[in-house]
């Protein structure tokens, strides 16, 4: 079956630093690849997603590239900010089906001044 | 804000009581969803309605009932509920287009906690 695993966190660092949370996917198809992030009592929004192979998704200063040939999707930023203290979750759709969408567990990242 | 609201925002139940969790949304989607976030699991999906017909059921007990009235409303209600339920309950919404994939947009959650 399909299925995403993350990086376990929590993940701490200070500001401006250099962001990396792995991701890494098993699924049949061709799945479409996102991020989602949940900031402090809120639900989650997406913040990028990519369809296919070699795409990259790119939103407030975060990237992650679509790699077919390690089936990863790592999701990057060059300078975090206090905030974007957050918990991060990779998902993937089912192939063929817009539904159901299947998430990692989740990474915390805090980000200190 | 993002177009979907959950209430109550928190709720504690004894195992012998019956209450229902709402949600709304008003983007004018027509398929919604409900998630169950436990600590350190992912995200379990739980039922989903596509123009108000449940396309999704996955294996969830009994004790869990859906109902959506019409495309902007949701319910889950809830009875003999056990302490492991307690979780953070997440509503989304979404277009309904087969094919395409289309991003959730998820409401804050109620967070369920079971005595």
């Known amino acids: 079956g399909n299925s995403v695993t993350q990086m376990e966190g929590p993940v701490t660092l200070s500001e401006e630093a250099f962001l990396t949370i792995n991701c890494t996917y098993t699924?049949?198809?061709?799945?479409?690849l996102f991020w989602y992030v949940q900031y402090p009592g809120e639900g989650l929004q997406l913040l990028l997603k990519?369809?296919?192979?070699?795409d990259k998704g790119s939103n407030k200063g975060f990237e992650a590239t679509y790699r077919k040939e390690t089936t990863s999707f790592h999701l990057e930023k060059g300078s975090v900010q206090v905030s974007d203290s957050a918990v991060y979750f990779c998902?993937?759709?089912?192939?063929?089906?817009?539904?159901?969408?299947?998430f990692g567990k989740g990474t915390l990242l805090t980000v200190n001044p | 804000e993002t177009g979907v609201t959950q209430t109550p925002r928190h709720l504690v139940m004894g195992m012998t009581n019956k209450k229902s969790l709402k949600c709304e949304q008003h983007?004018?989607?027509?398929?919604m969803y409900w998630y169950k976030q436990s600590a350190k699991k992912p995200l379990e999906l739980m039922f989903v309605?596509?123009?108000?017909?449940?396309?999704e059921n996955n294996s969830v007990p009994s004790r869990f009932s859906p109902e959506c009235p019409n495309s902007s409303h949701l319910f889950l209600h809830l009875h003999t509920l056990q302490p492991e339920d307690s979780a953070l309950y997440l509503c989304?919404?979404?277009?309904?287009?087969?094919?395409?994939?289309?991003?959730?947009?998820f409401g804050s959650g109620t967070q369920l906690s079971v005595l």
């Open positions: 983007l004018g989607h027509n398929a």
């Open positions: 990519a369809t296919k192979a070699d």
């Open positions: 309605y596509s123009l108000e017909e449940r396309v």
């Open positions: 998902a993937l759709t089912r192939g063929g089906s817009n539904y159901k969408l299947t």
């Open positions: 989304a919404s979404s277009h309904a287009s087969t094919g395409r994939n289309e991003k959730l947009f």
């Open positions: 699924a049949t198809g061709y799945p479409s």
